[in-house]
């Protein structure tokens, strides 16, 4: 349905088509239509705009992936994104993290579009960013006093990125056990860092409750949902939860049935729901977590991928499929067709970390740090 305008002698659609079709855009091209006319680019920065976007876009869930780089140049895209959806087989979106200007970024966390990143030249230093927008914010710096340290491995064990689509506001968690230098390891306490971009500072509080006891976050495993951030611990046998209103730490017990000799468990996130994926022998076990009780809502063999379970690490899921990373390769599982597809692989023998060290789940939204 076409309207002209005598003033513009133009034909345009309608402002409601056109912020239908916006919306349904990637969001690389929807950056590119704003530089189509003075209408669009209003439109597509209206408030309500991007939060309707937003809401779309966090239903996809994409796999990303940092690369590897031993000499890593700037100017050089170091980061993949791969959807399951509108991609074939070998193809990719490339992006930067070179509009942060440190040469040695690694990402800890991700959650709705921003990453948390800290910089490998520098000890304590911590970035937020959108890699869609390249938008970033330099934390500033926490004030430890030096006569306590983290324990065991003087770093933070705990890493978590919380951020909220309504509000345009995120946190930062940095946590783990605390002792004074010379005392014993039993002494240590729980301490939690948490900055507040609503504030720009950081707040912190000690937990004296040695039921939580733990020594290693498993690898990229934190998951942010209902106002709280959820890690796996290193024992498999529960998660740990800091609900972020309260400044408050709990637990969730995993069920008992997942104590498959030789099994393997994995914190995901699950259409706005926590979910683990086990992998015991050639099965694999999504669980889900709903009104206090853990339910199992697929099993799939993986026979077929025998060869490649012992390296295999799920990473992200959507409704209708799970991105597993590898050693040197990407698959998805499609659970309505119960098929396997591989979207992507390392060609070379360089590299020298498996992908699922550096790979984390993503969301493009429009997200601004400041």
């Known amino acids: 349905m076409m309207e002209t305008t005598n003033s513009s002698s133009s034909c345009y659609f309608a402002e409601e088509i056109i912020l239908e079709i916006l919306s349904k855009l990637p969001i690389k091209s929807l950056f590119r239509s704003k530089c189509v006319c003075k209408l669009w680019y209003n439109l597509a920065s209206n408030r309500s705009f991007i939060h309707h976007f937003n809401q779309l876009s966090a239903t996809n869930v994409m796999l990303l992936l940092q690369q590897q780089q031993h000499h890593p140049d700037p100017s050089d895209s170091n980061i993949l994104l791969l959807d399951h959806k509108t991609m074939p087989v070998g193809s990719k979106l490339s992006l930067s993290l070179s509009f942060i200007k440190d040469d040695r970024v690694i990402i800890r966390a991700s959650c709705n579009g921003l990453l948390l990143c800290c910089s490998s030249n520098e000890k304590g230093v911590y970035y937020v960013c959108n890699p869609i927008t390249r938008d970033f914010k330099l934390l500033p710096r926490i004030q430890e006093r030096p006569i306590t340290r983290?324990?065991?491995?003087?770093?933070?064990?705990?890493?978590?990125?919380s951020s909220d689509l309504l509000t345009n506001t995120y946190k930062v968690v940095l946590a783990g056990y605390h002792r004074m230098f010379g005392h014993r390891p039993e002494s240590a306490k729980l301490i939690c860092s948490v900055f507040d971009s609503h504030s720009n500072k950081w707040r912190k509080y000690v937990s004296h409750d040695q039921?939580?006891?733990f020594t290693h976050m498993n690898r990229n495993?934190?998951?942010?949902?209902?106002?709280?951030?959820?890690?796996?611990?290193?024992?498999?046998?529960?998660?740990?939860?800091?609900?972020?209103d309260l400044d408050m730490w709990r637990r969730i017990v995993l069920?008992?049935?997942?104590?498959?000799?030789?099994?393997?468990?994995?914190?995901?996130e699950f259409d706005g729901k926590l979910s683990v994926v086990q992998i015991c022998s050639v099965?694999?076990?999504i669980w889900v977590y709903d009104e206090g009780r853990w339910d199992v809502i697929d099993r799939v063999s993986l026979r077929c991928i025998r060869?490649?379970?012992p390296g295999i690490f799920p990473i992200c899921q959507g409704r209708d499929y799970v991105f597993l990373a590898g050693h040197k390769q990407v698959l998805v599982f499609q659970r309505k067709t119960r098929s396997w597809k591989e979207i992507y692989s390392v060609k070379?023998?360089?590299?020298?970390?498996?992908?699922?060290?550096?790979?984390?789940?993503?969301?493009?939204?429009?997200?601004?740090?400041?």
């Open 221 to 244: 495993q934190v998951v942010f949902l209902n106002a709280s951030l959820h890690w796996m611990t290193q024992g498999f046998s529960y998660l740990l939860v800091l609900d972020l």
């Open 211 to 213: 039921r939580h006891t």
């Open 348 to 370: 070379n023998n360089n590299t020298t970390m498996p992908l699922w060290f550096s790979a984390h789940s993503f969301r493009a939204t429009i997200f601004s740090t400041r």
């Open 307 to 309: 060869g490649m379970v």
């Open 255 to 268: 069920p008992h049935e997942m104590g498959c000799s030789g099994s393997r468990v994995y914190l995901l």
């Open 283 to 285: 099965w694999m076990t």
């Open 150 to 161: 983290f324990y065991p491995d003087c770093e933070p064990t705990l890493v978590g990125l």
